[in-house]
């Protein structure tokens, strides 16, 4: 059905006021979405593209749409300068404006005409059909290729993380611990730290290590 002149124009400056997002975590929902958004503008609605094909621990992409074009320039801009992350994952988000072809309830334009026809084999443009065919399933390919070796790559840096949180945790818990029995005030009386001025502190990795080798 075709949609009037009105209509068209609104659902054009809807598409102006959105933001496209994908890489997504699988774990993002709306509520985190407009959470992390909140600081910079007023989320109006979301909605997430469905992946019908692919495991669903692929990334996400989501439809954005804010209270303003300039807000959407603004996000564009800061996700492009920074690493964005929602849900803690190790993927950064990426953004952009949103276009008319990412909604799949976009009216038809008013005035359009379109003609649906089946090509035959001797006809010129059929060669032309099945070459776009053929690349289709190629970048499909493509897309699944890189999206393993993304995984893979996700995957690593998360074991990496959570390496590293374990480190810091246990360097952390002999803080409290030095702290809690008064090792650390002890120490101090013994070397005079006090009366030279010194406090002795153990609120960073080095200090703590000093305090450990003493």
């Given at each position: 059905m075709?949609?009037s002149?009105?209509?068209?124009?609104?659902?054009?400056?809807?598409?102006?006021?959105?933001?496209?997002?994908?890489?997504?975590?699988?774990?993002?929902?709306?509520s985190?979405?407009?959470?992390?958004?909140?600081?910079?503008?007023?989320?109006?609605?979301?909605?997430?593209?469905?992946?019908?094909?692919g495991?669903?621990?692929?990334?996400?992409?989501?439809?954005?749409e804010?209270?303003?074009?300039?807000?959407?320039k603004?996000?564009?801009?800061?996700?492009?300068?920074?690493?964005?992350?929602?849900?803690g994952?190790?993927?950064?988000?990426?953004?952009?404006?949103?276009?008319?072809?990412?909604?799949?309830?976009?009216?038809?334009?008013?005035?359009?005409?379109?003609?649906?026809?089946?090509?035959?084999?001797?006809?010129?443009?059929?060669?032309?059909?099945?070459?776009?065919?053929?690349?289709?399933?190629?970048?499909?390919?493509?897309i699944?290729?890189?999206?393993?070796?993304?995984?893979?790559?996700?995957?690593?840096l998360?074991?990496?993380?959570?390496?590293?949180?374990?480190?810091?945790?246990?360097?952390?818990?002999?803080?409290?611990?030095?702290?809690?029995d008064?090792?650390?005030?002890?120490?101090?009386?013994?070397?005079?730290?006090?009366?030279?001025?010194?406090?002795?502190?153990?609120?960073?990795?080095?200090?703590?290590?000093?305090i450990?080798?003493?």
């Amino acid at each position: 059905m075709e949609s009037s002149a009105e209509e068209y124009s609104a659902f054009e400056q809807k598409v102006s006021r959105t933001v496209y997002f994908d890489n997504l975590s699988p774990q993002v929902t709306e509520s985190v979405i407009r959470t992390a958004l909140d600081q910079f503008a007023t989320v109006k609605n979301v909605k997430f593209i469905p992946n019908y094909i692919g495991p669903s621990n692929l990334p996400q992409c989501a439809l954005v749409e804010l209270d303003s074009a300039k807000k959407v320039k603004e996000i564009v801009s800061m996700v492009g300068q920074y690493s964005f992350m929602m849900s803690g994952m190790p993927r950064p988000v990426r953004a952009q404006r949103a276009v008319m072809e990412m909604f799949d309830d976009r009216p038809i334009k008013p005035n359009r005409k379109i003609k649906v026809r089946w090509l035959k084999p001797g006809e010129p443009d059929f060669e032309v059909a099945k070459e776009l065919k053929n690349l289709t399933r190629k970048h499909a390919a493509e897309i699944e290729f890189v999206r393993k070796l993304q995984l893979d790559e996700e995957e690593k840096l998360a074991k990496q993380q959570e390496e590293t949180l374990k480190v810091h945790y246990k360097k952390f818990k002999m803080i409290d611990g030095i702290m809690a029995d008064k090792t650390a005030h002890r120490l101090a009386r013994k070397y005079n730290l006090h009366n030279q001025g010194l406090l002795l502190r153990a609120t960073t990795t080095d200090e703590a290590q000093f305090i450990h080798g003493i």
